[in-house]
């Protein structure tokens, strides 16, 4: 099977966590092409530039997965007239309440007790298993809508673009038959954006961000325990992915067979 081959890098002025899924090959030989399907940060601070480049992408839709309070706190995506936004918010599924918030409001003692002696990290792993386990309903939602035709070329964010978007990237690769070291390949190419994050949580005024750094570092980047907690949750409860795909997500042959149909050649 070829290695990955990710496409040039897109670089905008206020755009974080950018990039084109294509260079992904499948099992079969097939390849997802350049310019079909994107992913990205929020849209909420895109300067003029930005949104003439996202214009040049030719996007037909794009799909937001933020709640309400990070767009609150993000600003409403700015998007070329002619984008269809499609809104699937997701919660974070590890502790019901908005992470950023917790940490902004907290003091030092609190992110210490919190977030000390590797419970950062365990917080993590079990907020990518519980993508997989409770937000079946919006994921199953994001790959129908995807699969309609006249979808793409179309691009999915989160926040940071990396956790919410890091299920939703893997969801389309595995559907697409793209093997799981591509797809954890993929995944981990959001650590190119951590400093970026770390910025963002400076420029917040989050107390102490300094000083904590360290101890908040595993809520800031990708990890391959992380997306390991993905799969094994799929695994414990699906047995596969093809169970997790037609049973969980309700996700049918004919609606796999559109979404390679689109975007794969």
Not at 11 to 31: C, K, P, Q
Not at 65 to 90: K, N, Q, Y
Not at 118 to 131: I, K, N, Y
Not at 196 to 214: G, P, Q, T
């Amino acid at each position: 099977m070829p290695p990955f081959r990710e496409p040039p890098t897109q670089r905008f002025e206020r755009v974080a966590n950018f990039r084109d899924l294509g260079g992904h090959t499948t099992r079969e030989g097939r390849r997802v092409p350049s310019g079909r399907l994107f992913r990205s940060g929020h849209l909420g601070h895109a300067s003029d530039d930005d949104v003439e480049q996202l214009a040049s992408l030719g996007l037909r839709r794009v799909f937001d997965f933020r709640t309400l309070a990070d767009i609150e706190h993000d600003g409403p995506d700015r998007l070329p007239p002619s984008v269809e936004h499609l809104r699937l918010p997701m919660p974070d599924p590890a502790g019901g309440q908005d992470l950023r918030s917790l940490i902004q409001e907290s003091g030092p003692d609190v992110i210490q007790e919190m977030f000390g002696n590797g419970r950062a990290a365990e917080w993590m792993r079990r907020s990518a298993a519980g993508l997989v386990r409770e937000r079946r309903e919006p994921y199953a939602e994001f790959l129908t809508e995807l699969a309609r035709p006249g979808s793409v070329p179309a691009l999915f964010h989160c926040s940071a673009g990396k956790d919410r978007a890091g299920w939703a990237g893997s969801l389309v690769l595995l559907t697409l038959g793209v093997e799981e070291e591509q797809v954890v390949e993929q995944y981990l190419l959001s650590n190119r954006e951590t400093e970026r994050i770390r910025e963002r949580l400076r420029s917040a005024a989050v107390a102490d961000a300094e000083k904590f750094s360290d101890l908040l570092e595993p809520l800031l980047a990708v990890h391959p325990d992380y997306i390991d907690a993905s799969f094994r949750a799929m695994h414990e409860d699906w047995g596969d992915f093809d169970r997790y795909l037609h049973e969980g997500l309700g996700i049918s042959e004919e609606q796999r067979g559109q979404l390679q149909a689109s975007l794969l050649e």
